[in-house]
């Protein structure tokens, strides 16, 4: 050929794939996006799992109902509390199980202080990858550190807490908790504003996370959509209103709403909720009985044959446990709903066809996890 | 809590708890070691306050030993070989020689300082402790990592290119160390005091990024190649806008030698920060991008593309990439002391404190805004960062040019004192610095993200429907 046109030598458009993680310092765990890319635009992406299966629904078959709780820490590990909460709603409403009044009050208290610490975490690893080296990862992790502090305090474990037993909690806080629990909620307004004032009008951060990953209303609910990222794309739906468990109907909160269904809206939705949290945990405090903080259950709770769908609101949205007993102690069934695997479903329409910069930062706003990813 | 009554769990833990701090440790000194410290730390005191008398007092002054000037012993050194009747090869190599290795001792200090001051810094930003277990204060932490790295085996990816792979770390060097000749550190006390001290500045500093594209085109990496890439763009689109505000200050001091330009703002006693804010905020900014710092640190953005160009060095390979990144930095801060900040000269302080001290602090108050930018800010994205050299850095340093221009005519030809005309062209550069930012802002579209929205409360659950219910409520 005489001539050759420059577009058939031209190798500039030509897409190449790209592994983001396994180790990654973005994926959050050990999760892989294999990201089919042009330049710096992202064309295609598939979402890679199950690097973290540890095979938790199968292994619970074998358990009873009480042995199975350990697993749900490790399900979501910075929502041990929540997911504690989960399975134990499940399990008493399968088998009939009445639970104190005060048990009720110490749930609200440790699952309301849990979300502050996962939306802690959640929020400043969002801004860590929108590039701000850790420092306000670090500021967030001052107070989540004092409330990894008050769950050691009462059952000895910060992380994997296993604290939630069916028909209450394990134990009645000690009595240097309350004072304590005092001291953090009064703190905690003035931190969570320093913090705000730290990011939420630093014009990059704006630039950043404003009209990025946007999802509409519509495309949240068809893709099932839960938790704050459901509510930053302005549908108001928070379990603890919908259909309140505990005591939630005695508490009065108010469920942020995002007006944009961007990046910017999720973390602000996120920030918001830490302060309804810190509300909320006031007035339990005040408003909390004494008595018994656990009813005695049979050692092999044995619940009557049938079927059951247990929900709560965690940090990340809705978490359901799908239980079947066949009337033995074990369940026949045991299945998870994870809010961030079917949360990670809708990143394909909020990646492709953006930047990598603005993918990532999508991502970070989804607030994955990746052991209630793969469980 | 309790804990603290339970012996330390872990070799750290029981590290941390019996550690106390230098001042702890001296209160635990004998009487006698206690008297005999003060006493050496008062002799100290008296011997300095005694050598500062004596400078003070021009005792010393334009000796080869005189403190203030090292520049003053290399030329008495080459006054005296010269007067042995050598060949003048001789002395002419014996400077260069001397004054390469004060430059790369002085760069190597700096390096080792430097790279304990950031992490120490940063974690003062970031209320952590930083490190603080090797030697006092943690001040040994830089030669504790560089044993560590260079203990590290070197490992090659698959496919790289053996050479080119190879190279990098070592060229990335050359530029950083060629871009110290022409600062002034005092009077007559540069490497090589070039006519044309900018044009090398800027023609070593875009150098650079050769080595940069080496490391990442031969890695045979995805992330290396585009953080090779995305530095290679962001070089080219910065290096404008850095020679534009250079221009500007040539126009002004008319002269491209570097000691000339702060010989002008030592004599119209102005720091050119001041009569140019413009273009210094436009030489640190475009300066973050070019040497990769927060918050422009696209090139090795470690949220998206892990390292960067250097994301398959392992070992003191990795460890050359980062001590350059820091000596840049520094390189950076000691051009912009001397184009904007008055360089060795400190308001007639220069004649009774030595001028490199000088210029040091003034690197030292540069670094410390750049990690303190590194502390605070998110990054930008790539189109983000590009934007801004192409649509308003450049257009608004074109602009401060023709005035700038017009402002050296005045100064030069007009016969007025100094002190109007050079008063005139701050309040000018001002002026156009407030308004023509915001003007051109304006023109170009550009609205603040500033009050962003903040969530609708709201107590009433529903799915889309209610939804729409809550949008439509302002």
């Known amino acids: 050929m005489a001539t050759t046109s420059d577009a058939a030598n031209d190798t500039a458009n030509e897409p190449y794939v790209l592994n983001i993680g396994p180790q990654h310092p973005s994926t959050h765990g050990v999760f892989r996006l294999r990201v089919v890319m042009d330049g710096e635009v992202i064309r295609d992406l598939d979402m890679i799992v199950g690097y973290l299966h540890r095979s938790m629904e199968k292994l619970a078959e074998e358990r009873t109902y009480t042995q199975n709780i350990p697993f749900t820490d490790r399900a979501d590990y910075l929502a041990a509390m929540s997911n504690n909460l989960g399975l134990c709603l499940a399990v008493e409403r399968l088998a009939g199980v009445e639970v104190p009044e005060r048990a009720s009050y110490l749930r609200v208290i440790f699952a309301e202080l849990q979300r502050i610490a996962s939306h802690a975490m959640a929020n400043g690893t969002l801004v860590s990858d929108a590039g701000a080296w850790q420092t306000p990862l670090l500021y967030m992790f001052r107070e989540r550190e004092k409330i990894l502090d008050l769950f050691e305090m009462t059952c000895g474990a910060r992380l994997t807490t296993n604290y939630m037993r069916i028909g209450g909690v394990a134990f009645d806080p000690p009595p240097e908790f309350w004072p304590a629990l005092q001291e953090l909620v009064d703190e905690l307004p003035a931190r969570i504003d320093e913090y705000a004032s730290l990011v939420q009008d630093s014009e990059i951060f704006l630039a950043r996370t404003r009209n990025v990953g946007v999802i509409t209303a519509a495309d949240a609910i068809n893709g099932s959509l839960v938790g704050p990222a459901l509510r930053g794309s302005g549908v108001p739906w928070d379990l603890r209103k919908a259909e309140p468990y505990c005591v939630y109907d005695r508490m009065e909160f108010e469920v942020p709403v995002g007006r944009h269904g961007d990046v910017y809206d999720r973390f602000m939705v996120r920030m918001e909720e830490t302060r309804q949290s810190t509300a909320i945990i006031k007035q339990a405090m005040a408003q909390i009985p004494g008595g018994p903080h656990k009813t005695d259950i049979p050692l092999a709770l044995r619940p009557p044959a049938g079927e059951v769908y247990g929900r709560v609101e965690g940090p990340r949205g809705e978490l359901g446990f799908y239980l079947v007993s066949d009337g033995t102690p074990a369940p026949y069934r045991f299945h998870i709903r994870a809010p961030s695997l079917i949360n990670l479903s809708l990143l394909r329409e909020m990646a492709v066809g953006v930047s990598l910069p603005d993918a990532v930062v999508a991502l970070g706003s989804l607030d994955i996890i990746v052991g209630d990813i793969d469980r | ?474």
Request: charged residues 10%; proline residues 5%.
């Open chain 2, 1 to 474: 809590m309790s804990r603290a009554a339970l012996p330390p769990a872990t070799p750290m833990a029981r590290q941390i708890l019996d550690h106390r701090s230098l001042l702890q440790r001296a209160r635990t000194l004998p009487g006698e070691a206690r008297v005999a410290l003060a006493l050496l730390g008062i002799m100290t005191v008296a011997a300095l306050a005694a050598v500062g008398y004596l400078v003070i007092a021009g005792t010393l002054d334009g000796r080869w030993y005189d403190i203030r000037d090292l520049g003053n012993g290399t030329s008495h050194l080459v006054y005296w070989m010269e007067r042995q009747g050598w060949h003048p090869a001789i002395p002419y190599l014996t400077t260069g020689l001397l004054g390469g290795l004060g430059i790369l001792s002085l760069v190597g200090g700096w390096l080792v300082i430097g790279s304990w001051v950031e992490r120490r810094l940063l974690a003062k930003f970031q209320i952590r402790q930083g490190p603080n277990r090797n030697g006092p204060f943690g001040l040994l932490q830089p030669i504790a990592d560089a044993l560590k790295l260079i203990q590290k085996e070197a490992l090659i990816p698959i496919g790289a290119d053996r050479l080119l792979y190879y190279l990098p770390p070592v060229l990335i060097f050359i530029p950083a160390m060629l871009g110290w000749a022409p600062v002034p550190w005092a009077a007559r006390m540069s490497y090589v005091d070039m006519n044309v001290g900018v044009v090398y500045a800027i023609a070593i500093s875009s150098l650079g990024v050769l080595a940069v594209f080496l490391a990442g085109w031969s890695s045979n990496n995805h992330y290396a190649l585009l953080g090779a890439m995305r530095t290679v763009a962001m070089m080219v689109s910065y290096e404008i806008p850095i020679s534009m505000t250079l221009l500007s200050v040539v126009v002004l001091t008319g002269s491209l030698q570097l000691s000339q330009i702060v010989a002008w703002q030592q004599q119209y006693h102005v720091w050119l920060i001041i009569v140019l804010p413009l273009a210094a905020f436009t030489f640190l900014f475009a300066s973050t991008a070019e040497i990769n710092r927060t918050p422009n640190d696209i090139g090795e953005a470690e949220s998206e593309i892990v390292a960067g160009f250097h994301t398959e060095y392992s070992g003191m390979k990795a460890g050359l990439f980062l001590a350059v990144e820091l000596g840049n930095a520094i390189l950076v801060g000691a051009m912009m002391a001397t184009f904007f900040l008055g360089g060795y000269t400190l308001f007639g302080l220069e004649t009774w404190i030595p001028g490199y001290l000088i210029l040091a602090t003034k690197i030292g108050a540069v670094y410390f805004v750049f990690v303190w930018l590194r502390g605070t800010l998110p990054r930008f994205r790539l189109d983000q960062l590009m934007g801004f050299a192409w649509k308003f850095l450049i257009p608004l340093a074109i602009v401060q040019l023709l005035v700038v221009a017009v402002e050296a005519l005045v100064i030069e030809q007009s016969g007025l004192p100094g002190v109007a005309t050079v008063s005139g062209a701050i309040l000018v550069n001002a002026l156009l610095t407030f308004f023509g930012v915001r003007a051109w802002a304006n023109a170009i579209g550009y609205r603040p993200e500033a009050g962003a929205s903040t969530p609708i409360l709201t107590t009433a659950v529903g799915g889309l429907r209610a939804a729409a219910r809550l949008q439509a409520v302002p």
